[in-house]
C-alpha cells in the first residue's frame, strides 16, 4: 500500500515537473495557454492513465482475469480531448492565424503525461528534452533560415487619380515585394478604386520601409499592410 502511494506520487511529481518546463517556455514567450495550462494538462493526462493502471483498486473483490479494460482506450480519449483544449488556443487576429505552436505543445504535453502516467519515464524524459529543443532552438534556427512571408495589402486612391498596375507593380518590387495575386475594386461610394493582392517577401523588415514610404504618398487614400503569420 505505501509503495503505491510512493509511486503514484512519483508519477503525478513527474508529471508536474514535465508539464511545468514547457509551459514555462510557453509563459515565456507570451503565449495564453502557458505554464500552469501545460502543468495542468500533463498533470491530467498523468492522473487518468493511473486509473487504468491501478484499476485492480477501483474495482475491489473482483478477480481481475473477469475484467478486460483496455488502457488504450483511455489514451485515445485524452488526445481526443485535448483537442478541444488545442483549437481554444488557435485564433485568428486580423488576417493571420496564431497559436498553432500552443495547441501542438498542448497535444505533446498531453502525450507526455499518459507516458508518465504509465511510468514509461525514459521516453517521457526523453519528449520533454525533445518538445523543449524544438520550442527554443529551433525557434532560432527558424529565424535565421531564409524563407518567404506572405502580406495581405490593398491600396486605394481616387477613381480618376489612380497609380497604373504597373507602378504597383514597379514599386512592389523596389522594396522586396513580388505579387501572388492581385484584384481590382471600385468603391461603393463610386469615388475610389482599389487594388487588393497577396504579396510575398524574403525579409520581413522590407513591410515595415514600403509602410512608410506608403504612409508619405500623397496620392494614396489608404492602404493596408497585414503580414500573415502561424
Known amino acids: 500500500m505505501d509503495d503505491d502511494y510512493a509511486a503514484i506520487a512519483i508519477h503525478l511529481g513527474a ?5 511545468g518546463i514547457i509551459g514555462l517556455e510557453r509563459s515565456f514567450h507570451g503565449r495564453p495557454a502557458g505554464f500552469r495550462t501545460h502543468t495542468l ?9 493511473l486509473v487504468t493502471l491501478y484499476q485492480t483498486r477501483w474495482l475491489p473483490g ?3 482475469e473477469t475484467v478486460r479494460t483496455d488502457p488504450t482506450r483511455m489514451a485515445q480519449g485524452i488526445m481526443t480531448g485535448i483537442g478541444f483544449l488545442g483549437a481554444g488556443v488557435i485564433f485568428k487576429e486580423g488576417l493571420s492565424v496564431r497559436g498553432l505552436t500552443t495547441a501542438a505543445s498542448i497535444w505533446m504535453t498531453a502525450a507526455i503525461g499518459v507516458l508518465i502516467g504509465i511510468g514509461f519515464y525514459y521516453p517521457a524524459v526523453l519528449a520533454t528534452l525533445l518538445t523543449l529543443g524544438t520550442l527554443s532552438v ?3 534556427i527558424e529565424a535565421r533560415m531564409p524563407s518567404q512571408s506572405y502580406a495581405h495589402h490593398s491600396m486605394r486612391f ?6 497604373s498596375e504597373k507602378e504597383i ?3 512592389l518590387h523596389s522594396y522586396g515585394f513580388t505579387i501572388a495575386n492581385m484584384s481590382y475594386r471600385v468603391g461603393e461610394d463610386g469615388v475610389s ?3 487588393r493582392m497577396v504579396i510575398r517577401t524574403t525579409d520581413l523588415g522590407n ?3 514600403l509602410a512608410d514610404y506608403l504612409r508619405g504618398w500623397d496620392r494614396l487614400r489608404s492602404f493596408q499592410l497585414s503580414p500573415t503569420g502561424d
Not at 41 to 49: I, P
Open 41 to 49: 494538462v500533463c498533470l491530467a493526462s498523468s492522473l487518468l492513465m
Open 62 to 64: 473482483i478477480p481481475i
Open 207 to 209: 513591410a515595415a520601409r
Open 15 to 19: 508529471a508536474l515537473v514535465a508539464g
Open 158 to 163: 481616387d477613381r480618376h487619380d489612380t497609380a
Open 193 to 195: 478604386f482599389e487594388y
Open 169 to 171: 507593380r514597379d514599386l
Open 138 to 140: 529551433f525557434r532560432r
